[in-house]
C-alpha cells in the first residue's frame, strides 16, 4: 500500500522561504509522476507543481512560476517543493499526490494516492 508523508509546513514570514518534502513509500517511488496541491480556508484544491517520473519534465501553475521549485530523489522516494519570496496567499494546506499512469497534472482526478497535508502559514 502506497503511503504519502508531507512534512516541512510552518509559519513564516512574506519573504521568506520553505521547502516541503513528501516522502513516498510501499511502492517504487520512481514509477510514479508527483504533484502537489493547496487547499486555502474555504477554497478549493489548485495545483502547484507537477514533475514527471524522472524529473525532467517540470509544470507549475502561473501564481507560483518563478518563486517554487519542485524537484524529487528517487534514491530517498521523496519529492521537494522549494518554496521561496513566500507570500500571504500562499497559505494553505500543501498535499502531495503521486499518479500512477499517464495525466494531465493540474488534475486531481489524474492522482491516485494522497498524502495527509501539511499546513503553511505565510504572515503580512
Known amino acids: 500500500q502506497v503511503q504519502l508523508v508531507e512534512s516541512g509546513g510552518g509559519l513564516v514570514q512574506a519573504g521568506d522561504s520553505l521547502r516541503l518534502s513528501c516522502a513516498l513509500s510501499?511502492?517504487?517511488?520512481?514509477?510514479?509522476?508527483m504533484g502537489w496541491f493547496r487547499q486555502a480556508p474555504g477554497k478549493g484544491r489548485d495545483f502547484v507543481a507537477g514533475?514527471?517520473?524522472?524529473?525532467?519534465?517540470?509544470y507549475y501553475a502561473d501564481s507560483v512560476k518563478g518563486r517554487f521549485t519542485i524537484y524529487r530523489d528517487n534514491t530517498r522516494n521523496t519529492v521537494y517543493l522549494q518554496m521561496n519570496s513566500l507570500k500571504p496567499e500562499d497559505t494553505a494546506v500543501y498535499y502531495c499526490?503521486?499518479?500512477?499512469?499517464?495525466?494531465?497534472?493540474?488534475?486531481?482526478?489524474?492522482?491516485?494516492?494522497w498524502g495527509q497535508g501539511t499546513q503553511v502559514t505565510v504572515s503580512s
Open positions: 499526490a503521486a499518479m500512477v499512469t499517464s495525466g494531465t497534472y493540474s488534475f486531481i482526478s489524474s492522482y491516485d494516492y
Open positions: 510501499g511502492r517504487a517511488f520512481s514509477g510514479y509522476r
Open positions: 514533475i514527471s517520473r524522472s524529473g525532467g519534465n517540470l
